[in-house]
């Protein structure tokens, strides 16, 4: 079967799920058990597109840019809320996430409209040359979730409200610095 078949074969698995079976599957990638039909790193990509449409987003599932016959791109899906337009970066790693996502993510949203932002969602950790990465590399177009904050969105419904929260900071204040979200704020 091809990626791209594959791609619809999660997508409709990942279709049939309600809030419910999303936060079962949060779990067990969380614990490290996620099910062996899911490849590394496909799981969370569809998990988190499936709770934001959920929430109400419209959402373009994991697709690949090619030009000529070249891959140029993998794009993990696209969250489109509010008249915002956000690129989506997931990394289901164990170790914190370094500046190459960062660098990635950057490189794909100056391929699109200046409306574009970029949001990483990772199971773990950010590292903080990341974080530096990101406050070094205007504009502040990338939004940073880790493990916890995506915990507690998911528990609560709150993803979309979570996005907005992040980007009105970016905004006003000019920094896309790492807004923690305790229980209280989302």
Same mark, same amino acid.
């Given at each position: ?5 594959? %791609? ?11 809030? @419910? ?6 779990? %067990?990638?969380?614990? %490290? &058990? @996620? ?9 969370? *990509? ?9 929430? $109400?987003?419209?959402? =373009? ?7 000529? %016959?070249?891959?140029? *791109?993998?794009?993990? +899906? &696209? ?8 690129? &989506? ?13 960062? &660098? ?10 200046? =409306? =574009?932002? +970029?949001?990483?969602?990772? =199971? +773990? ?20 979730? *880790? ?14 409200? $979570? ?10 204040? $000019? ?12």
């Amino acid at each position: 079967m091809t990626d791209e078949g594959r %791609g619809g074969e999660y997508q409709r698995r990942v279709l049939a799920l309600e809030h @419910s079976g999303l936060l079962a599957l949060w779990q %067990g990638l969380r614990a %490290g &058990v @996620s099910p062996p039909d899911w490849p590394a790193g496909s799981l969370l *990509e569809y998990l988190v597109l499936r709770a934001f449409q959920l929430e $109400g987003a419209e959402v =373009t599932w994991p697709y690949r840019v090619y030009r000529n %016959g070249v891959l140029l *791109e993998q794009i993990d +899906g &696209v969250v489109y809320f509010d008249g915002v337009s956000c690129l &989506v970066e997931c990394k289901d790693m164990t170790r914190p996430v370094d500046t190459l996502a960062i &660098v990635k993510l950057k490189s794909q949203i100056l391929r699109r409209p200046r =409306t =574009t932002i +970029g949001a990483l969602l990772c =199971t +773990g950790e950010v590292s903080q040359a990341a974080f530096t990465l990101v406050e070094m590399l205007p504009p502040p177009d990338v939004l940073l979730w *880790e493990g916890e904050e995506i915990d507690q969105a998911l528990r609560g419904r709150r993803l979309l409200d $979570g996005m907005r929260r992040k980007l009105r900071y970016a905004v006003e204040m $000019g920094f896309a610095e790492q807004m923690r979200l305790d229980g209280s704020d989302l």
